[in-house]
């Protein structure tokens, strides 16, 4: 009797070992690696098995990790791991404070920073975890860049708020030269000069993406049910979207939410449903 209680109890034991090596490993692999470290803010459950990923508004030379925090207690996000990632000019932020870049140098940068999101987004895929994508304003912009130059099956699920798809020529145009602006009414463009460097630069950063059409660019999709869009009907940062932007994400069966407000009354008051419609967060 005592030789098999023994046995038993070394089954047990082996057993449990095994499980706790098991637990180990699992753990291993989902740890963010220094590398990404490197490229991200993080917050919640580091093993968590759904990803939200944001692509940061702006631009700015700093990583927002203060706002994103702000933002997060408009929306209930438990077990998610949540994950701001850098642009070129948050990595990088001397490149644009003493010299005024070109728009060659702008458009190039956005590339980088598309591929750094880019990087973050296939590392936590490829550990199998689900990955959501939320992009608002400057944001916006890089997801709808993010889709275009490598897929919309890269992530699982999107969230783009007050961003454009053809957004005014004579707009992108005077960010390109460095200039500020904004839309009366949400629909009437304005331009004005900037007096500071580093601004100048950061609207050559808006317009690199900002001049690109992107009801054609990303026509090649039939589908973007993947996609919820929320925008504002008197959004002065970015203007409403057109008739004809809205009708191509119809199209493209898209789940479209839609604001009375400006900029940032919009992102307050539709984050909470955005999370609930593109998620499933309540």
Same mark, same amino acid.
């Given at each position: 009797?005592?030789?098999?209680?023994?046995?038993?109890?070394?089954?047990?034991?082996?057993?449990?070992?095994?499980?706790?090596?098991?637990?180990?490993?699992?753990?291993?692999?989902?740890?963010?690696?220094?590398?990404?470290?490197?490229? !991200?803010?993080?917050?919640?459950?580091?093993?968590?098995?759904?990803?939200?990923?944001?692509?940061?508004?702006?631009?700015?030379?700093?990583?927002?990790?203060?706002?994103?925090?702000?933002?997060?207690?408009?929306?209930?996000?438990?077990?998610?791991?949540? !994950?701001?990632?850098?642009?070129?000019?948050?990595?990088?932020?001397?490149?644009?404070?003493?010299?005024?870049?070109?728009?060659?140098?702008?458009?190039?940068?956005?590339?980088?920073?598309?591929?750094?999101?880019?990087?973050?987004?296939?590392?936590?895929?490829?550990?199998?975890?689900?990955?959501?994508?939320?992009?608002?304003?400057?944001?916006?912009?890089?997801?709808?860049?993010?889709?275009?130059?490598?897929?919309?099956?890269?992530?699982?699920?999107?969230?783009?708020?007050?961003?454009?798809?053809?957004?005014?020529?004579?707009?992108?145009?005077?960010?390109?030269?460095?200039?500020?602006?904004?839309?009366?009414?949400?629909?009437?463009?304005?331009?004005?000069?900037?007096?500071?460097?580093?601004?100048?630069?950061?609207?050559?950063?808006?317009?690199?993406?900002?001049?690109?059409?992107?009801?054609?660019?990303?026509?090649?999709?039939?589908?973007?049910?993947?996609?919820?869009?929320?925008?504002?009907?008197?959004?002065?940062?970015?203007?409403?979207?057109?008739?004809?932007?809205?009708?191509?994400?119809?199209?493209?069966?898209?789940?479209?939410?839609?604001?009375?407000?400006?900029?940032?009354?919009?992102?307050?008051?539709?984050?909470?449903?955005?999370?609930?419609?593109?998620?499933?967060?309540?």
């Amino acid at each position: 009797m005592m030789k098999k209680n023994i046995i038993l109890k070394l089954i047990i034991t082996l057993f449990v070992l095994s499980c706790s090596k098991d637990n180990e490993a699992k753990k291993t692999v989902l740890e963010i690696s220094a590398e990404i470290e490197a490229l !991200v803010y993080y917050s919640g459950e580091e093993d968590a098995s759904t990803v939200l990923i944001n692509t940061q508004g702006g631009p700015i030379t700093e990583l927002d990790t203060e706002g994103f925090d702000d933002l997060l207690t408009l929306v209930n996000t438990p077990n998610l791991l949540n !994950v701001t990632v850098h642009q070129a000019q948050t990595l990088n932020p001397s490149d644009f404070s003493s010299d005024d870049i070109t728009f060659e140098q702008a458009i190039n940068y956005d590339a980088e920073s598309i591929e750094v999101l880019y990087k973050v987004i296939k590392y936590f895929k490829d550990q199998g975890r689900t990955v959501y994508v939320l992009g608002i304003s400057f944001g916006a912009f890089m997801t709808q860049e993010l889709i275009v130059r490598k897929g919309l099956d890269v992530a699982d699920k999107y969230l783009i708020m007050v961003g454009r798809l053809d957004i005014d020529e004579v707009f992108w145009q005077g960010f390109s030269e460095g200039k500020i602006g904004f839309f009366e009414n949400g629909i009437l463009p304005s331009l004005l000069e900037q007096d500071d460097v580093t601004r100048r630069n950061m609207s050559r950063l808006a317009a690199g993406l900002g001049r690109n059409r992107y009801t054609q660019l990303l026509n090649e999709h039939e589908d973007l049910s993947k996609v919820t869009y929320v925008y504002g009907k008197t959004d002065e940062n970015v203007g409403k979207l057109t008739e004809a932007e809205l009708q191509f994400l119809q199209s493209k069966n898209a789940n479209i939410i839609s604001g009375n407000g400006g900029h940032g009354d919009t992102i307050d008051t539709h984050i909470a449903q955005g999370f609930e419609e593109a998620f499933g967060i309540e």
